[in-house]
Each structure stands twice: as C-alpha cells, then as structure tokens.
C-alpha cells in the first residue's frame, strides 16, 4: 500500500472575530495525485494551502508531509525588490540555479584545455556531480 505524501486530519482554522475558514477537514493525497482547489474569495484556499507548506502553524487538526516529501508554496502576492526589474526580481529568484548552471559552463571549457588522464577524469566527475544537481532543480 502506498504511503500518502500529505494528510491532514481535523484541521480547524479560524480567524480573529470568529470567522472559520476550515472547519474539520480531512485529506490525504497519494504519491502523484493531481488535485484543484476551489470555492469563492474567503472560502480558505489560500489559507489550506498555506498550512500545507508550513507557513501557517495557527490551526487547530494534525497536517503533516509525507516521509521524504517537500511541500513548496508561490505567492499570490510575490515580495519582489522594488529596486529592481521584473527580470532581476526573477533572477534572483533562481540565483541557485543559475549559479549551478555558471558552474557547468565553465566546467566544460575546461575540457578543450590540454590535460591529463586524471585531470581529465577529476573533471568528468565534477562535471557529472553537477549535473546531477542541475537536474534535480
């Protein structure tokens, strides 16, 4: 049986006034599930999937990722620099990547330098730990 890779069990979320958005919701979603959320403007989309990333902890229920499962979470309201570009703000968004990706470039220029056959084996494995990188990004 497969392990589910989140589930929520009672979850309760309520604001200040009294307005509950979750009232005792139970979910579970099995390893390559594909789920919609909808409903109207203050119905608790935005909050469920809040506390499914761990940004909101103010509920009451259990919720919890899966073993070896990471939950990531894209702003409706992104916090951009407003120092900078759209395309800055992008890039530094993935700045990681980007990063990784520099680092493969200039990896393989090395290649057309002369070397030995350690040198050029060092390489090839530095070059293929980095590629195993880049590809889980």
């Known amino acids: 049986m497969a392990e589910y890779v989140y589930v929520m069990k ?7 006034g009294g307005k509950q958005v979750l009232k005792d919701t139970w979910l ?3 390893p390559g599930a594909k789920i919609g959320i909808i409903g109207i403007n203050g ?16 509920f009451t229920g259990e919720a919890w990722a899966g073993k070896n499962v990471t939950v990531g979470y894209l702003s409706q309201e992104p916090s951009l620099n407003p ?12 700045k990681k990547t980007k990063e990784l990706l520099d680092s493969f470039n200039t990896l393989s220029l090395k290649f057309s330098e002369p070397m030995s056959d350690t040198e050029m084996q060092t390489l090839l494995e530095e070059q293929s730990a980095l590629q195993e990188k880049i590809d889980a990004v």
């Open 10 to 16: 009672g979850l309760n979320k309520s604001y200040p």
């Open 28 to 30: 579970s979603f099995l």
């Open 43 to 58: 119905s608790g989309k935005s909050t469920l999937m809040k506390i499914m990333a761990g940004i909101d902890q103010d």
């Open 83 to 94: 120092k900078k570009s759209v395309f800055e703000n992008i890039q530094e968004g993935f």
